[in-house]
Nanobody, 122 residues
């Protein structure tokens, strides 16, 4: 079994910053892609940012220049530094791990965390 545990959400004023963390635990040999998604009330879940094990990153246009994703491969942890937060960033943020290799040649396609609430007040 592989689990993802997020932390770091909360309430912040517009223009403020938060840092989310997500630690993967369990039987893990490697993780190809780790990322953050978010879902606001009444909206579909959307990709915020993702990072490969090699360090390549991908961001949603709405967060480029404000959010930074990073990861510690040795600790199977991914971070999301969120600066210049806006009320429209308010959502539940979910950590995701894709193509998790539990032992050489054996993969789990995707694993989700339980989500952490981020609320940005105007």
């Amino acid at each position: 079994q592989v689990q993802l545990v997020e932390s770091g959400g909360g309430l912040v004023q517009a223009g403020g910053s938060l840092r989310l963390s997500c630690a993967a635990s369990g039987s893990i040999f490697s993780i190809n892609v780790m990322g953050w998604y978010r879902q606001a009330p009444g909206k579909q879940r959307e990709l915020v940012a993702a990072i490969t094990s090699g360090g390549s990153t991908n961001y949603a246009d709405s967060v480029k220049g404000r959010f930074t994703i990073s990861r510690d491969n040795a600790e199977n942890t991914v971070y999301l530094q969120m600066n210049s937060l806006k009320p429209e960033d308010t959502a539940v943020y979910y950590c995701n791990a894709r193509n998790v290799e539990t032992r050489p040649g054996s993969y789990i396609y995707t694993v989700w965390g339980q989500g952490t609430q981020v609320t940005v007040s105007s």
